[in-house]
C-alpha cells in the first residue's frame, strides 16, 4: 500500500489542509517518506449513490463483466459508496474487489406478479411478505427494498402493491431484524401508508402530500428522489397513454409537480439524499446532473451534502476524519462555486489507493 500526501481545501469544513493517506486510512499528522499526489485542489469524501443498481440491467440481471463496468463508470465519476436498491444479480463478489467502490445492498425488489418491469423484482402474495422481507434482509446489508406502488392494470392507474396492515407487518419483522426498509412510491398512496407503517425511506416520493411530509420530517424518514429520472415521467406516461389515460394523467400531474412536492419536503426538513437510479434503463455515472438539479432544491451545499458528507453519515461511512477510510474526491475548482466541475474529477482515491484520474 502507497503512503501519499496531498494538500487543498478539505470540505465540507473548507479549510486548506495537508492531508496523508497511510495503510488506506486517512491522517493529519505528517507521515515520512509520502509521496505528494496533489495540491491546489479541493477535496471531498467520496460521493454516494444512494439509489443505483450494480448488476441490473434493461432486461434483469447482467453478467459479471457488465456489472464491472457499471462499478468502474460509478468509481470514476466520483461514486465510492453505493446503496443498492436491489439488483437480481449476487453482486458479493464486488466486495473483494478493493478497486470497486462499497456496496450497500438492498437485496432484490420485492413485487407482487406483473406489478413492476419483468425480471427485476422476487414476485410474491402479499401472503408471503413478511417471510419473503426477512429473507432479504439476510441477503442484503441493512436494507431492504419494496416496490410500493405500480401501475394496477385492472384499476388503470397507480396504487399500492401491498394491504397497509400486511405492509406494517413486514416494516416491523424488518427492523426487528436491525434492518431498514425503503419503497419505490410514485403516487399519494402508498407513500401515505408506508410512512404511517414506519418505513425509513421513500424513493421518488412524487406523492407525498403536506401531511406526508410532516411525518417524515418528524420520523427521520429519508427521501430519495432521483430527479434525473424524475424527469422519464412524460416517458412513461405516453408509453401508457392508448390503454391507460387516467394512469398518463397521473403520471404527468405528479411531473408537473414534482419540484413544489420536493420543495415542500425540503422545506420541512426531510433529510434528501442523492439517487441515480442507474441500472435498468438509466445509465451509471449520473451523480454530477443529479447534484446539479438538487441545486435547483435547495442550493450547491444542500446538493453537496446529499452526493457527499450528509449521505455518508445517513449511511453510517464516515467523512475525512484522523483515522476514516481514505476513500476521496480531489476536485480541480470549488465545487461550492462551480458544480459543474463535479462532471471533471480531478483524482479519486479509493481504500487509500488512487484509482482514477
Ligand atoms: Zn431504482
Redesign the pocket.
Known amino acids: 500500500m502507497g503512503t501519499w500526501h496531498l494538500n487543498g481545501v478539505v470540505l465540507p469544513d473548507g479549510e486548506r489542509r495537508d492531508l496523508w493517506i497511510h495503510d488506506g486510512v486517512i491522517t493529519f499528522e505528517p507521515v515520512a517518506g509520502a509521496q505528494t499526489l496533489t495540491t491546489g485542489v479541493w477535496i471531498t469524501p467520496g460521493l454516494v449513490d444512494a439509489?443505483c443498481?450494480i448488476g441490473l440491467g434493461a432486461s434483469g440481471a447482467v453478467d459479471h463483466a457488465t456489472a464491472e463496468a457499471q462499478a468502474i463508470i460509478d468509481r470514476n465519476s466520483g461514486v465510492l459508496l453505493v446503496r443498492d436498491?436491489?439488483a437480481p444479480a449476487d453482486t458479493h463478489w464486488i466486495d473483494e474487489r478493493a478497486d470497486l467502490p462499497r456496496i450497500i445492498r438492498a437485496g432484490r425488489h420485492i413485487a407482487r406478479p406483473k406489478r413492476y418491469i419483468r425480471n427485476f423484482a422476487i414476485e410474491i402474495d402479499p401472503s408471503e411478505m413478511v417471510e419473503e422481507v426477512s429473507r432479504q434482509a439476510h441477503s442484503g446489508d441493512g436494507w431492504v427494498k419494496l416496490v410500493g406502488d405500480w401501475i394496477d392494470r385492472e384499476v388503470g392507474d397507480l396504487a399500492p402493491l401491498w394491504p397497509a396492515e400486511i405492509a406494517k407487518q413486514a416494516i416491523d419483522a424488518v427492523h426487528a431484524v436491525g434492518a431498514r426498509v425503503t419503497a419505490?412510491c410514485f403516487a399519494e398512496q402508498s407513500v401515505a401508508e408506508l410512512v404511517a407503517a414506519g418505513i425509513d425511506c421513500i424513493?421518488h416520493g412524487t406523492g407525498m402530500s403536506d401531511e406526508v411530509i410532516e411525518m417524515m420530517a418528524a420520523n427521520d424518514v429519508a427521501l430519495v428522489p432521483?430527479m434525473t429520472n424524475l424527469v422519464n415521467f412524460p416517458k412513461f406516461a405516453a408509453a401508457g397513454a392508448e390503454r391507460f389515460p387516467t394512469y398518463a394523467a397521473h403520471m404527468r400531474d405528479l411531473h408537473a409537480r414534482r419540484l413544489d412536492t420536493l420543495g415542500r419536503a425540503r422545506e420541512a426538513g426531510v433529510q434528501i439524499y442523492c439517487g441515480t437510479?442507474a441500472?435498468?434503463t438509466l445509465g451509471h455515472g449520473r451523480v454530477a446532473q443529479e447534484a446539479q438539479m438538487l441545486a435547483e432544491l435547495g442550493g450547491n451545499d444542500f446538493a453537496l451534502g446529499a452526493i457527499g458528507w450528509d449521505a455518508r453519515t445517513w449511511l453510517g461511512a464516515q467523512n475525512l476524519v484522523e483515522g476514516a477510510p481514505a476513500d476521496l474526491v480531489c476536485w480541480f475548482v470549488d465545487p461550492r462555486q462551480e458544480l459543474s466541475t463535479l462532471h471533471d474529477p480531478a483524482l479519486v482515491v479509493l481504500r487509500g489507493e488512487p484509482v482514477s484520474r
Open positions: 439509489h443498481h436498491a436491489g419505490h424513493e432521483t437510479d441500472g435498468g
